[in-house]
């Protein structure tokens, strides 16, 4: 079986939390898209969407490593709770990337009329 590739953005998480406080938010924590830059939207978007991919592959990645590790695991040779740890953080990935997708659709609702001659990247506040 041939393995699976997926062409990445350069750090998609760190370039999303970074972007992210750009949005404005009104009172009760609705994000305003309207208001908010039409290439940030995209940038958002496409970050959310590379993610969401990684999340996805490297979950499968994850379940196939902890299927064929059944052996060890019944033999203690690997701790039950390496695989209690496993099924957390995949529990947290899998939420985030359900949250991300929400974003993604957002964003390219927002977007989808948006058609600028070039593309403009938002570059990232420094911390």
């Not at 978007?45 to 064929?68: N, P």
């Not at 209690?84 to 964003?107: I, Q």
């Not at 948006?114 to 938002?122: C, D």
């Amino acid at each position: 079986m041939a393995a699976q590739t997926l062409t990445l953005p350069s750090r998609p998480l760190r370039s999303l939390l970074l972007l992210l406080p750009l949005l404005t938010a009104q009172q009760g924590s609705k994000l305003i898209y309207g208001e908010a830059n039409p290439d940030l939207l995209v940038q958002l978007a496409e970050d959310a969407e590379a993610i969401i991919g990684t999340v996805q592959l490297g979950s499968s990645a994850i379940g196939q490593l902890m299927a064929h590790a059944a052996p060890e695991i019944e033999d203690r040779t690997v701790c039950s709770d390496t695989v209690e740890a496993l099924g957390w953080l995949l529990s947290e990935l899998n939420d985030a990337a359900a949250t991300l997708m929400v974003l993604m659709t957002e964003c390219r609702q927002s977007t989808m009329d948006y058609a600028p001659p070039e593309r403009v990247a938002v570059i990232a506040p420094k911390f």
